[in-house]
T-cell receptor
Framework: SQQGEEDPQALSIQEGENATMNCSYKTSINNLQWYRQNSGRGLVHLILIRSNEREKHSGRLRVTLDTSKKSSSLLITASRAADTASYFCATGFQGAQKLVFGQGTRLTINP | SAVISQKPSRDICQRGTSLTIQCQVDSQVTMMFWYRQQPGQSLTLIATANQGSEATYESGFVIDKFPISRPNLTFSTLTVSNMSPEDSSIYLC??????????FGQGTRLTVV
């Protein structure tokens, strides 16, 4: 079964607003990553946060990780139409190469 | 980063036939991963392909249905055999750089009619 549950499943906001997506997982992890997928194409890696980190920034992206709650959030600030995509969290495990992906959030930025 | 060339990008196939998807990486990698993404769903790992050994399949996926080849460290194929409409999905190959950061091909959108 899938490790990650994401909410909301779909999010529609106006350009310039901030978008927040959440991811929950079930077991201990080594790291958590976020990916973007445009129109059913290949996924693009956005950011990785390790299990001993609590917050990480990359440009307009801010990721938090709460290992006690087994949850993470992705914040996109000052959204743009080009941010319209599906966003997936993925969990990585110590000693294992494979990733387990969450269900994804479909984000629509309205001009 | 890694550049991955996956083909075909899309195909429409008749039920009962087979389709082979190719994945070429611009550098040598130990493991290559094959995922399926059903319409509106997340990615599910089909199998992990190592060069020189049989692929390791995840629960629910079998070699007879999804045979995989890995002839060298830069190339792999996934075959979807005896297709039915339920096999209509996007199929993605992936490799890792660093601990677990994944890079993906552009995907193969398969429609079975």
């Amino acid at each position: 079964s899938q490790q990650g549950e994401e909410d909301p499943q779909a999010l529609s906001i106006q350009e310039g607003e901030n978008a927040t997506m959440n991811c929950s997982y079930k077991t201990s992890i080594n790291n958590l990553q976020w990916y973007r997928q445009n129109s059913g194409r290949g996924l693009v890696h956005l950011i990785l946060i390790r299990s001993n980190e609590r917050e990480k920034h990359s440009g307009r992206l801010r990721v938090t990780l709460d290992t006690s709650k087994k949850s993470s959030s992705l914040l996109i600030t000052a959204s743009r139409a080009a941010d319209t995509a599906s966003y997936f969290c993925a969990t990585g495990f110590q000693g294992a190469q494979k990733l387990v992906f969450g269900q994804g959030t479909r984000l629509t930025i309205n001009p | 980063s890694a550049v991955i060339s996956q083909k075909p990008s899309r195909d429409i196939c008749q039920r009962g036939t087979s389709l082979t998807i190719q994945c070429q990486v611009d550098s040598q990698v130990t493991m290559m991963f094959w995922y399926r993404q059903q319409p509106g769903q997340s990615l599910t790992l089909i199998a992990t392909a190592n060069q020189g050994s049989e692929a390791t399949y995840e629960s629910g996926f079998v070699i007879d249905k999804f045979p995989i080849s890995r002839p060298n460290l830069t190339f792999s194929t996934l075959t979807v055999s005896n297709m039915s409409p339920e096999d209509s999905s996007i199929y993605l190959c992936s490799v890792h750089r660093g601990p677990t950061e994944a890079f993906f091909g552009q995907g193969t959108r398969l429609t079975v009619v």
